[in-house]
């Protein structure tokens, strides 16, 4: 398995994207500002992906299963951001039902879906 990408490895491939020939002087004078803003919108994701990794781990899924859970865990993520309560809840319960489908056990759908719901 390869070495997997931190946060700030990440940071540092938008910032080599971002060449000022490739997108002009205009932007490399807010670049600083650029990057800073993209660090601080993916350290969320990330941090959930180590934690859900944490988890699989503890779980004994095997490094090619998962990606399955971290769909369920970003998509949930995603809800969480706009719902809450009882309309939360009946998402995740959806998203359980969907991959559990594609082949996901429950019960680490279960401890995933405990990140967002109280």
Known sequence: ???VPNLADRATKFSQKTAPDRVGSRYETSKTVAVNRYAEATSVRFALQEVVRNILTSKGVPPGLHGVYYGFAFMAMSKAFSHQGETLKKFIAGLKARF???????AILD????LFIA
């Open 1 to 3: 398995m390869g070495m």
């Open 100 to 106: 559990t489908a594609f082949g996901a056990d429950p």
């Open 111 to 114: 401890e995933i879906a405990k």
